[in-house]
């Protein structure tokens, strides 16, 4: 199948400490990545998802567009965190005409907010493991506000947002192309952001669980800045420069294993909550995304935790590239950073 350009899309990752964005084109031969770049918000432009500062953002993604060469308007754009709810419900099976009115009449007891305040969409998973007679439906809800926000954002960015999707699902959107998985192994998709967490926990690439919380690295950085007595700016190229550059890299490795502990406990128990409701002993692999895989020893506490196999994602990897463009040293830094937008784009106009 060749695509049309005009059902092409740009994925666009608006992350509240970095903007990426990414085009790649879908032929019979495959998948080849045409752009990947990046920018940096400034800092408290965006606070736990949430645009404060609408004109600064959106100058950002003109300029990221601008340096990147990137002509296409329309984009697939990407919400997560507190004002996204997901959750798996299990209902009984209705004819497939009744099926909105049904689930929406459900949908109301599992959600947080006002009915009315919520854009609420849904997908069949399949019939219960519990009664042939009940279906399992992942139901998804984004405050209307939220979504008002990033549109208003994008249109202010001279674009136009013709999906937005959510973060996580865009994550396994990327992963599903990745070489060297067995569908069959319980893997949790974990991705560490400045502002926020989110798990995923699939088999047969099903999503068993999903949630999020707020810890990210921008903790890393407020502690690094009280520590050191820095500003933010200071305090995240600290973080990003080598341990042993810190001003006092003993303080700065006990800052880091710090939080390595928190995250490690955080994480372990939302697994030991899913598996208290499962037949399963644990998970095989746990796929890590986001600025926490720079964390310096998270990755083995994390596996130390868990008793599980801990990989860095590489979501280039069922992309065609061009090495002159795109060099081993950029796709390997950039790795953990760049799901998201890939995932998003990867959809099509006609997507859900
Ligand atoms: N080499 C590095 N070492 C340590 N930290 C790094 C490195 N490179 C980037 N980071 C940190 O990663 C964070 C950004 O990660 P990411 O792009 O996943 O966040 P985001 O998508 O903007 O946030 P969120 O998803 O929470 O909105 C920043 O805090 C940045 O300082
Ligand atoms: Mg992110």
Same mark, same amino acid.
């Given at each position: 199948m060749v695509l049309s350009k005009k059902d092409h899309l740009v994925g666009l990752d608006i992350g509240s400490s970095c903007i990426k964005v990414a085009e790649i084109q879908i032929s019979k031969k495959g998948k080849t990545l045409k752009k990947f770049g990046m920018r940096s918000v400034a800092?408290?432009?965006?606070?736990e998802g949430r645009i404060m500062d609408m004109e600064a953002v959106a100058d950002t993604i003109r300029t990221l567009f601008k340096s990147q060469k990137i002509r296409g308007k329309k984009v697939a754009i990407s919400t997560g965190g507190q004002s996204v709810v997901i959750k798996t419900i299990n209902t009984a099976k209705v004819p497939e005409k009744d099926l909105q009115k049904a689930i929406l009449a459900e949908a109301e007891q599992y959600i947080p907010y006002d009915i009315a305040d919520v854009n609420i969409d849904y997908q069949i998973l399949g019939e219960s493991e519990f009664s042939s007679e009940q279906m399992n439906v992942l139901l998804v809800a984004v405050k209307k506000d939220l979504v008002a926000e990033y549109m208003d954002l994008t249109a202010m960015a001279?674009?136009? $947002?013709a999906i937005i999707d959510v973060d996580t699902f865009a994550l396994q959107n990327i992963y599903e192309?990745?070489?060297?998985?067995?569908?069959?192994e319980i893997t949790l998709l974990l991705d560490i952001g400045a502002s926020k967490t989110s798990l995923n926990i699939l088999r047969d690439n099903i999503s068993m669980m999903m949630r999020d919380n707020g810890s990210g690295t921008l903790q890393v950085i407020e502690e690094i800045s009280a520590r050191f007595e820095t500003d933010l700016v200071t305090a995240e190229n600290i973080l990003q $420069?080598?341990?042993?550059? $810190?001003?006092?890299p003993q303080v700065m490795a006990s800052i880091l294993q710090d939080l390595s502990n928190i995250w490690c406990s955080e994480i372990s128990e939302a697994v030991h909550t899913f598996l208290a409701n499962t037949n399963d002993a644990g998970i095989s692999k746990i796929v890590l995304s986001g600025g926490g895989s720079y964390i310096q020893g998270f990755a083995d506490d994390l596996k130390t935790e868990l008793e599980a196999e801990v990989v860095i994602i590489?979501?280039?990897?069922?992309l065609d590239l061009d090495e002159k463009k795109f060099s081993r040293e950029f796709i390997s830094r950039v790795g953990p950073q760049a799901p998201i937008a890939l995932g998003l784009a990867l959809r099509r106009v006609d997507d859900k």
């Open positions: 800092p408290e432009a965006i606070v001279g674009l136009n $947002a192309t990745l070489p060297g998985q067995n569908p069959e $420069a080598p341990v042993a550059d $810190a001003p006092d590489e979501p280039f990897g069922g």
